[in-house]
């Protein structure tokens, strides 16, 4: 590596990205998250100090999964169970073998907790992060970012609501508190209109010619 | 995967602002325009206004050394890696090197600094893999040397070592012209390219022995 090459720690957030494998790591100043097939890594680097915001939402990818999974074993159970009735042990210990494999999928899905997308927003863009895919993972993902980010960024400012409003181009309440107030215009009577009299041009006095 | 971003903070689905009540709340707050539970936990960031560039100082005398780039505008820096005087709009700082834009360009093509990579092909995982598959064909060379008689196992074992060649020949050159590069910004181990070598090199010599073996035993016989 380069001199001035920063040194990476491997942080406990990974996952499946579209199916690409997805991980998050640590240096100094910056996040690192390398989504990888196997063959070819693609880099995102986010920097602790640039770092905006942390959305998370909740997909249904975890029940559908659950739903997949609890089918397809029971399906397989049930095959199991009919070819023990038509006394085929063979048969009957490789589906439930096949239904326990599925079984147990469905029980990790359920113990990992629900699906999320978890989404990082810096001053350059809003980045999916495919290692946070766990709500269980997503909220430990936030107290470590606090850990990290707190330091360098310090804490969210007093006035942070007025702020965020300001941010949507409302005026915010300090603002409007600032703002002079206008007094109230009262009501004055209309100037009095001026009449045809004021108009009239006075007669331009005729000084006496010396006629020869 | 990078998105414009909005000013306030918007409902990903929906796109519908977030209220900052919602902000920075330990459970999940439902939107209600789409009915989808979410979470937001915003930073100070957030709040900082944009970091504004110097702009490059015009040259006022013909003593002042010039921009290479921008005649009229004043050098105030040195590139470190060509040596080329840069005014303060060409000079771009990383890990606190000066650097001009011709040179970081250069430097991420060619892969020599680390800190600028984007992307990168796992050379270790490749030539490990290739390893995997020269065993496996050469493992059917021998076994169709030992099954088949006479010319079909000459002929049969000599096809698969040839695969066997291709494919070890390929997993040891990447090891030769990889093993000494950078191939990931995160810490990786050797013990892909050592591993690679050692089975690439002892496959492949065992089924380029064992055809020769059938060859020569013929001829001996």
């Known amino acids: 590596m380069s001199e001035g090459a920063p040194i990476y720690q491997k942080t406990r957030f990974s996952g499946r990205d579209s199916g690409l494998r997805s991980r998050l790591w640590r240096s100094e100043d910056h996040l690192l998250l390398v989504?990888?097939?196997?063959y070819a890594e693609r880099y995102y680097r986010f920097y602790l100090a640039d770092l905006q915001a942390v959305y998370m939402r909740r997909t249904t990818q975890g029940v559908w999964i659950n739903l997949a999974a609890g089918v397809v074993g029971g399906v397989m159970l049930l095959s199991g169970l009919g070819f023990l009735s038509e006394g085929i042990t063979g048969g009957f210990i490789g589906f439930v073998i096949a239904a326990v494999v599925f079984f147990a999928v469905m029980g990790v899905n359920m113990v990992t907790g629900p699906t999320i997308d978890c989404y990082i927003r810096t001053t350059s863009g809003i980045t999916r992060i495919g290692a946070i895919d766990r709500l269980k993972k997503g909220a430990k993902f936030v107290e470590a970012l606090h850990e990290w980010i707190d330091p360098i960024q310090g804490e969210l400012p007093e006035d942070a609501e007025s702020l965020y409003d300001a941010l949507g181009g409302r005026p915010t309440p300090k603002a409007a508190a600032a703002k002079p107030t206008v007094p109230p215009i009262e009501p004055v009577s209309p100037p009095e209109m001026p009449t045809m009299t004021d108009f009239v041009v006075p007669p331009v006095?005729?000084?006496?010619?010396?006629a020869p | 995967m990078s998105r414009k971003l909005e000013k306030q903070l918007a409902c990903r689905k929906c796109k519908r602002v977030i209220p900052?009540?919602?902000c920075?709340?330990?459970?999940?707050?439902?939107?209600?325009?789409?009915?989808?539970?979410g979470r937001v936990d915003v930073f100070p960031a957030l709040f900082k206004p944009p970091v504004k560039g110097k702009a490059a100082e015009a040259l006022l005398s013909e003593d002042d050394a010039s921009c290479f780039f921008h005649e009229i505008k004043k050098a105030e820096h040195v590139c470190d890696a060509c040596g080329r005087f840069l005014c303060q709009l060409c000079s771009i700082e990383l890990n606190d090197i000066?650097?001009?834009?011709?040179?970081?360009?250069?430097?991420?093509?060619s892969g020599?600094?680390?800190?600028?990579?984007?992307r990168s092909k796992r050379a270790d995982v490749t030539a490990f893999s290739l390893s995997i598959v020269t065993v496996l064909l050469s493992g059917v060379a021998i076994l169709v040397g030992l099954f088949d008689e006479g010319s079909s196992a000459r002929v049969g074992a000599s096809i698969w070592a040839g695969f066997a060649c291709l494919t070890g020949g390929s997993a040891i050159y990447n090891v030769r012209r990889f093993r000494k590069k950078p191939i990931s910004l995160t810490p990786v181990g050797?013990?892909?390219?050592?591993?690679?070598?050692?089975?690439?090199?002892?496959?492949?010599?065992?089924?380029?022995?064992?055809?020769?073996?059938l060859f020569l035993g013929d001829v001996v016989s």
């Open chain 2, 190 to 213: 050797p013990w892909r390219f050592r591993a690679a070598l050692f089975l690439s090199s002892v496959s492949l010599g065992a089924a380029l022995l064992w055809v020769l073996f």
């Open chain 2, 20 to 22: 900052w009540a919602a």
């Open chain 2, 112 to 118: 020599d600094k680390v800190e600028l990579m984007s």
């Open chain 2, 24 to 37: 920075n709340q330990a459970g999940l707050s439902l939107c209600r325009k789409c009915n989808v539970r």
């Open chain 1, 35 to 38: 989504n990888s097939s196997g």
């Open chain 2, 98 to 109: 000066t650097t001009c834009a011709g040179c970081l360009e250069s430097g991420r093509k």
């Open chain 1, 205 to 210: 006095p005729v000084e006496p010619t010396d």
